[in-house]
C-alpha cells in the first residue's frame, strides 16, 4: 500500500516530467483537442516520450511494459497529464487493443505486437461498426472466408477512427453465418495497406476528420492473425469493450478542465464583473462541480477493487453512462458561458501550428467544437441507452 | 481514501441489519405511526445495549466518536430498514454538540449522565426564515452579568416534546453563534408539539425571555467552528441514512418489477423500466461516492464536500424515492407499501438542515472564493 507521503512524491515527479518533455507543439496539440482524439501527429510523438519513459501504459500489467502503478498512482498521472493539458493518448492502442492481445493473445502475438503498440510505432484502429450494424453490433456482416492459410474479407466497416491515420485495424468479421448472430464472428489483424483495402474519411460536426469509412474488397488476412478462437472473436470483443467502457477515467480529466473553467469564470472583466457573480452560473457550476466529484469517487471506488488487468464487467456501463453524461454536462456549461465566445468558427485556428489568429479571448477556442464532439460520447462505445439496458440486466440478475 | 467502512463498523451494521430485519417488519412500523410513538422500548433499549451512546462521542469519554464511521454505519442501517427510533435526535446531535463543548461545568457532570441515557436533550437549531446556519440564526442571547436571556422561535425541534433539556443555538449581541443548555419547562418556553409528515416526534418552540446562567454556555471559544463541524457531523449522518434508503429501495424496486407480471411479463422486461432502474442505481451509486468523498473530507476539516452531499440528496435522493414509486405504480401511492415512508423520509431530509438550492450556494460561494470556514 502506498501511504500519502509517497502519493504526494509521485504527484510530484510527475508534474517534474511533464514540465520537463512537454514541447511546444505537443502542448499545443492539448490545448486544441477538441475530443478523446487529439492531434495525431503530436499525440504519437508525445506517447512515445511515454513509452520511452515506461509510462505509456499505466493499466497494463509490469510484464508487458505496464509501470506497476497502483490506481490512485494512475488517476494521479491521468489527473496531471490533464492539469498540463498534455494530449490525451489515443485510445486504441492502449486501453483497446493492447488489453485484447494480454488476455487472448498467444506468445508469439503478445511478442509480435505488444512493444509496438506501446511506443505508437504501429496505429491501430478498431473496425467494428458497419453501416447496419451500430448498437446490434452481433449483426455485423463483414465476411470473411477461409482459403487455405488466408481468411480473403469483404465488406465495409463505418465510424472507424482515425483510420485515416491507422497502419493497423483490429477487426471483428463474420466468418460463420449459420448459427447464433454471436456465433461466426472472428477477431482478426490486419495491415491497412493490404491490397483491396480502401478508407474514406468523413468531415465531423465540428469540421474536423476523426470518423472513416473502410471498405474490403478481396483483402487477404493471414489466419495467424486471429485472436483467440476462430468464430469467437465475440469473447474477444465484450472483454475488449468492457475495457473501452470501463478503462478510461473521465473524472481525472475533467476535474482539471472544471478548475481552467472556474477560474475563467472568477475573472473580473474591465468592470469588475465576473461570469460567478450570475445566479445562473453559480448554479450551474455547483451542480456541475458535484457531478464531477461524484463521478470522480465512483471511477476510483470501482477501480479499487479492481487489481492490474480485471475486467470491470456490468459496472463499466455505470462508468460509461455517468462518464460520458458528466462530460456532456461539462460541455455544455462551458458552452453556456462562453457565450457569444464560442459562436466563431474557427477550424483553421484550431490546428497546431496554424498561424491564424484567434478571435475572442482565447478562453473558449475549443468550447464549441468539444461541445458538438461530445454529443458522441453517449453514442460510442455502445451507445447510453445499451449501457443502461446491460446496467438493468446485471441488477435484475441479483 | 477509502470506500468502505472498517470490519468492526461491518459487523455493527451487519448486527443492526439483522435486529431490524428481525424485529422491525413494516408493519411495526406502521404501529408506531399509528401510535404517535417514534421509539419503541423494547428496540431502543436493544440499541442502547449496542452502545449507541458511545457513538457521538470521543474517547475522553471511552465513546467510538474519534471514528464517525460507527455512527455513521447506524444511520445507514436506520435508513435501510426505515427505522423511526429517534438515534439522530436524541443522541448523535446532543452528543456531538456535547463532545465539542469545552465548557468543562456542563460537560464534566452532564456526559456521563447523558450517555447512561440519564437526560434527555433535544436540539433546537432550524428556524422559519434564518434557516440552519448558525451565524444567520435570529434567536438571540442576551447576557447581562451572570444571566443569559433567550428570545426567539425555532422550527421542528425533532424529539423535543420527550425531552427534559433542549440545546439551543443563538446568536449573542456580538453575533456570535452559540450553543446553550437549558431545561425543556423552564419558564417562557413554549411548545407546539406534532408528529412529522414522515413520523417523527417534533415541536415548534417559543422562547421568551428565558433566563439561564452564563455557565450554559457549551462553547468558550471558536464556537462558530465548532458549530460547523456539528453541523457537517449532522449532514453525514443525514447521508448516511439516505444511503440506507437508497440501497433498500433499489432493492424493493428490482424485486417488484421482476414479480409484477402486466402484458404477460414482469414489468423488468419492458425497456423503460430497465433505464429507470438503471438511473435509480447510478443516482445511487452517486450518493454513495459523495458520501466517502464527504466523510474522508470532513475528517480532514474541509466541509464543502459534505454540502455537496446533503445538495445531491435533493436531486438523487428525491429521484430514487419518486421512481421507487413511479415503478411500483397505483400500489405505492398506498400506505400499505413501505416505498412511500421511504420517500417520505427523503423528502423530509431534503427540507431539513438546509435544502438543495441553499447547499448549492455554499458550493458555489467557495468556489468562487467568497466562502471560508471559521478559523478552529
Redesign the interface.
Same mark, same amino acid.
Given at each position: 500500500m502506498v501511504n500519502d507521503i509517497d502519493l504526494e512524491a509521485f504527484r510530484q515527479e510527475v508534474k517534474q516530467f511533464l514540465a520537463d518533455n512537454a514541447r511546444p507543439e505537443i502542448l499545443e496539440a492539448g490545448r486544441k483537442s477538441t475530443s478523446a482524439f487529439a492531434p495525431f501527429k503530436e499525440v504519437m510523438a508525445w506517447q512515445k516520450i511515454l513509452a520511452d519513459k515506461g509510462w505509456a501504459a499505466p493499466s497494463w500489467p509490469k510484464e508487458y511494459g505496464g509501470p506497476g502503478w497502483n490506481i490512485?498512482q494512475r488517476y494521479i498521472f491521468s489527473e496531471e497529464c490533464a492539469r498540463a493539458r498534455m494530449p490525451t493518448l489515443l485510445p486504441q492502442n492502449v486501453q483497446m487493443i493492447g488489453p485484447a492481445i494480454i488476455g487472448y493473445g498467444t506468445a508469439e502475438q503478445k511478442a509480435q505486437y505488444l512493444p509496438r503498440i506501446l511506443t505508437g510505432e504501429d496505429f491501430w484502429c478498431q473496425g467494428y461498426s458497419e453501416p447496419g450494424a451500430g448498437s446490434d453490433l452481433a449483426s455485423l456482416k463483414c465476411k470473411a472466408e477461409r482459403e487455405g492459410d488466408e481468411f480473403v474479407l469483404n465488406g465495409s466497416k463505418t465510424w472507424t477512427t482515425y483510420a485515416h491515420h491507422a497502419n493497423k485495424m483490429f477487426a471483428l468479421v463474420r466468418t460463420d453465418s449459420t448459427g447464433k448472430l454471436q456465433r461466426g464472428i472472428t477477431f482478426i489483424l490486419l495491415d491497412m495497406d493490404s491490397p483491396g483495402l480502401e478508407v474514406r474519411p468523413m468531415l465531423g460536426l465540428d469540421g474536423e476528420y476523426e470518423q472513416c469509412e473502410v471498405f474490403f474488397t478481396d483483402v487477404r488476412v493471414p489466419v495467424a492473425n486471429v485472436i483467440g478462437q476462430i468464430d469467437d472473436g465475440w469473447s474477444v470483443a465484450k472483454y475488449l469493450l468492457e475495457f473501452e467502457r470501463g478503462g478510461s477515467a473521465y473524472g481525472a480529466a475533467l476535474v482539471p478542465a472544471f478548475e481552467r473553467l472556474?477560474q475563467v469564470?472568477?475573472k473580473a472583466d474591465n468592470r469588475g464583473r /465576473?461570469a =460567478?457573480?450570475k445566479p445562473g452560473v453559480? /448554479?450551474q =457550476?455547483?451542480?456541475l462541480? +458535484? %457531478?464531477l /466529484? *461524484?463521478?470522480?469517487?465512483?471511477e476510483? *471506488?470501482v477501480n479499487?477493487k479492481l487489481s492490474h488487468g480485471d475486467n470491470p464487467g456490468p459496472t463499466a456501463s =455505470?462508468l460509461k +453512462? $455517468?462518464g460520458t453524461e458528466v462530460m456532456q454536462l461539462f460541455s455544455e456549461v462551458q458552452v453556456r458561458v462562453a457565450g457569444f465566445d464560442a459562436l466563431p468558427l474557427q477550424t483553421e485556428a484550431l490546428h497546431v501550428g496554424s498561424p491564424v489568429a484567434e478571435i475572442g479571448s482565447g478562453d473558449f477556442l475549443t468550447a464549441m467544437p468539444y461541445y458538438l464532439n461530445s454529443r458522441a460520447a453517449s453514442i460510442y462505445a455502445g451507445t447510453n441507452?445499451i %449501457?443502461?439496458?446491460l $446496467? *438493468?440486466?446485471a +441488477? $435484475?440478475a %441479483? | 481514501m477509502h470506500y468502505n467502512y472498517n470490519s468492526e463498523q461491518d459487523l455493527f451494521r451487519d448486527s443492526l441489519r439483522k435486529l431490524f430485519k428481525q424485529q422491525y417488519s413494516y408493519e411495526f412500523f406502521r404501529e408506531q405511526i399509528k401510535s404517535k410513538q417514534e421509539s419503541a422500548p423494547a428496540i431502543w433499549q436493544q440499541l442502547l445495549d449496542f452502545g449507541l451512546f458511545a457513538l457521538p462521542f470521543g474517547s475522553d469519554f471511552d465513546g467510538l466518536g474519534d471514528d464517525p464511521g460507527y455512527a455513521l454505519a447506524a444511520m445507514e442501517e436506520l435508513g435501510y430498514g426505515r427505522v423511526l427510533e429517534p438515534v439522530l435526535a436524541t443522541i448523535l446531535m446532543p452528543g456531538a454538540l456535547l463532545n465539542a463543548a469545552d465548557n468543562s461545568s456542563i460537560t464534566n457532570g452532564l456526559i456521563p449522565q447523558f450517555m447512561a441515557g440519564g437526560s434527555t436533550i433535544a436540539v433546537a437549531w432550524q428556524e422559519a426564515a434564518a434557516g440552519f446556519k448558525p451565524e444567520e440564526m435570529a434567536t438571540s442571547a442576551t447576557a447581562e452579568g451572570d444571566e443569559i436571556t433567550i428570545n426567539g422561535e425555532k422550527v421542528c425541534v425533532l424529539s423535543a416534546p420527550a425531552a427534559q433539556q433542549l440545546i439551543v443555538i443563538a446568536v449573542d449581541q456580538l453575533q456570535q453563534a452559540n450553543a446553550y443548555l437549558l431545561d425543556a419547562d423552564a419558564p417562557g418556553v413554549t411548545l407546539t408539539a406534532y408528529q412529522t409528515v414522515d413520523g417523527a416526534s417534533a415541536a415548534n418552540i417559543t422562547l421568551q425571555n428565558v433566563v439561564i446562567n452564563k455557565s450554559a454556555q457549551l462553547f468558550n471559544s471558536a464556537p462558530l467552528h465548532k458549530l460547523q463541524s456539528v453541523l457537517a457531523y449532522i449532514h453525514l449522518a443525514l447521508g448516511a441514512e439516505v444511503v440506507g434508503m437508497a440501497e433498500r429501495l433499489m432493492e424493493i424496486t428490482a424485486e417488484f418489477c421482476k414479480t409484477r407480471f402486466q402484458f404477460g411479463q414482469p414489468i423488468a422486461a419492458f425497456q423503460a423500466v430497465q433505464h429507470r432502474l438503471a438511473d435509480m442505481q447510478i443516482a445511487t451509486q452517486k450518493l454513495q461516492s459523495l458520501f466517502w468523498f464527504a466523510l474522508d473530507a470532513y475528517a480532514a476539516g474541509d466541509y464543502i464536500p459534505v454540502n455537496m452531499l446533503k445538495a445531491e440528496i435533493g436531486a438523487s435522493g428525491v429521484a430514487i424515492g419518486q421512481s421507487a414509486v413511479q415503478l411500483h405504480g397505483g400500489i405505492a401511492m398506498t400506505d400499505e407499501l413501505s416505498v412511500g415512508a421511504y420517500l417520505k423520509r427523503i423528502l423530509a431530509i431534503e427540507l431539513t438542515m438546509g435544502q438543495r438550492e441553499e447547499h448549492l450556494e455554499s458550493i458555489a460561494g467557495s468556489l468562487s472564493g467568497e466562502l471560508e470556514q471559521a478559523p478552529a
Open positions: 490512485f472556474l469564470c472568477n /465576473r =460567478m457573480d453559480r /448554479r =457550476m455547483s451542480d462541480y +458535484i %457531478q /466529484r *461524484a463521478l470522480e469517487h465512483t476510483k *471506488a479499487s =455505470m +453512462i $455517468l441507452e %449501457q443502461r439496458s $446496467l *438493468a440486466k +441488477i $435484475l %441479483q | -
